[in-house]
């Protein structure tokens, strides 16, 4: 299942550890870099390596947020909907996504492209609303910069947003465009 070097990479990791178990989080993490999800397959092989039961992999898969067990789109847009998001438009953030990319919460649009999930506070109150997508956070979010960033995200173009949301040039930040 997993390729000789993630196996290679598996075994460096088991030898950092008192207990192979303890590499679990950082195996799943290759895992999923290597198939873009978690299958039960994988989780069967992951198991095997680490002397770990199939049901405590599924656990922790189905516990932890950043775990997949399932296909998700190209670009993972989280919306968080928690109570300083909420307040500020997270609702509007949230419908513009989904109308945008065609489906509800939970769902992937036709194109592979985007995974919508709503999700509870990501840390980021200070810049509320938010959406991360992968490891990006976008803060400060309105109705029409979201467009924008679903846009180019769409178009493969890089988007360019203020870290702060204060439109300042020297802390903007680029993310996406192409492959």
């Not at 775990?67 to 968080?80: A, L, M, R, S, T």
């Not at 194109?111 to 919508?116: E, L, M, R, S, Y």
Request: with cysteine.
């Amino acid at each position: 299942m997993l390729n000789e070097a993630n196996l290679n990479k598996v075994d460096e990791l088991i030898k950092r550890y008192p207990e192979p178990r303890a590499a679990l989080l950082p195996v799943l993490w290759i895992a999923q870099e290597q198939e873009g999800f978690i299958s039960e397959k994988m989780m069967k092989h992951v198991g095997n390596l680490l002397h770990l039961s199939y049901s405590h992999i599924l656990g922790v898969v189905t516990f932890y947020t950043m775990f997949y067990d399932k296909p998700h789109g190209k670009y993972h847009i989280e919306v968080c909907t928690n109570i300083s998001c909420m307040l500020r438009g997270s609702d509007k953030i949230l419908s513009t996504v989904k109308n945008y990319c065609g489906v509800k919460v939970g769902e992937t649009s036709l194109d592979g492209k985007f995974t919508i999930s709503e999700v509870e506070c990501m840390g980021a109150c200070n810049g509320a609303p938010m959406i991360a997508i992968g490891e990006d956070y976008f803060e400060n979010l309105n109705e029409e910069k979201t467009l924008e960033l679903l846009n180019n995200l769409s178009n493969n173009k890089t988007v360019k947003f203020s870290k702060n949301g204060n439109g300042d040039d020297d802390d903007d930040e680029e993310f996406g465009g192409g492959d």
